[in-house]
């Protein structure tokens, strides 16, 4: 245990996204120190580029390993001196459920308690899981290459595709997103909009 404060600075996000079922994370997180021995793993090769130095790393396990470094690799106030920190990269399997793909035209009906398909199958809002905020149910991203509405249902998340083509594409999304959104506001919850 490295006694790593988790108020201190740090900072953990997503890098080469999900390659043969694994998501792959990098990090790092700030210590009070030095390191003795080694050298950084990123050596600068030139005035923009760094180049990851394998023999600087410690290889915990062939998905997972850090590495140690003097300094901050960012500006912070109040941070302890001297000081260091631990960079990592760590492959995790994928265990979670991937979101059930649904097509906007298998949807039937949208009330103030869900959206019931075609087939039958409803998706009640009061299923869904709030994430981060109180009352909110899922997301809509109109950024991607094909837009969606994710809901965190339980066990597993549903995603509503909307694949509009055309001249008046944006104009339909906008639309049918409106509606959507309408229905889930007058039920009392709400979306994060990734727009």
């Given amino acids: ?4 404060d988790p108020k201190k600075m740090n900072d953990i996000w997503a890098a080469g996204g999900y390659n043969n079922g694994a998501a792959e994370y990098v990090g790092y997180a700030v210590l009070c120190g030095t390191v003795l021995e080694g050298g ?3 050596v600068k090769t030139d005035k923009n580029n760094f180049e990851w130095n394998k023999d600087s790393e410690y290889t915990v396990s062939d998905d997972f390993y850090v590495n140690f470094n003097n300094g ?5 106030e109040n941070l302890p001196e001297p000081c260091c920190y631990v960079d ?19 949807v039937d009906l949208v009330d103030n308690n869900g959206i019931t398909f075609r ?30 509405i994710e ?38 919850y709400i979306m994060m909009d990734w727009n």
């Fill in 88 to 106: 990592f990269y760590a492959k995790i399997p994928w265990v979670l459920p991937e979101p059930k793909v649904v097509n906007f035209s298998e």
């Fill in 151 to 188: 809901f965190y249902d339980f066990p597993v998340k549903k995603k509503i595709i909307f694949d509009e083509k055309g001249f008046f594409a944006k104009f339909k999304l906008k639309k049918k997103i409106k509606k959507i959104r309408k229905k889930i506001l007058q039920a009392g």
């Fill in 1 to 4: 245990m490295l006694g790593i």
């Fill in 72 to 76: 901050s690799p960012m500006k912070e």
């Fill in 119 to 148: 087939n039958g199958n409803k998706l009640l809002f009061s299923t869904c899981e709030s994430f981060g905020f109180e009352k909110c149910i899922g997301v809509i991203n109109r950024k991607e290459p094909v837009n969606y």
């Fill in 40 to 42: 950084p793993a990123y």
